[in-house]
């Protein structure tokens, strides 16, 4: 099963809208949704080069900051 990682931080109104859009996705496209706190998990929010919040790893690829529901179906596809 693939998977995709959330970087949220706590106070992040962006994180808090995205979150349940792309958890929805994920069920939807059968990918496993693992959230985690970018600042509670650095090294491996440095890992994977976050510095914007939120981001969404999938297959190695980033998509950061605030995005439209259209443009993580995109991303979810081709990444």
């Known amino acids: 099963m693939k998977k995709l990682i959330f970087f949220k931080g706590e106070e992040c109104p962006a994180c808090d809208i995205l979150k349940p859009i792309v958890k929805r996705l994920c069920e939807k496209k059968r990918i496993s949704f693992y959230e985690l706190d970018a600042t509670d998990e650095i090294e491996l929010a440095q890992r994977y080069g976050v510095s914007i919040l939120p981001t ?24």
């Open 56 to 79: 969404i790893v999938f297959n190695e690829e980033s998509l950061e900051g605030y995005q439209e529901e259209e443009d993580i179906i995109e991303f979810l596809a081709i990444a």
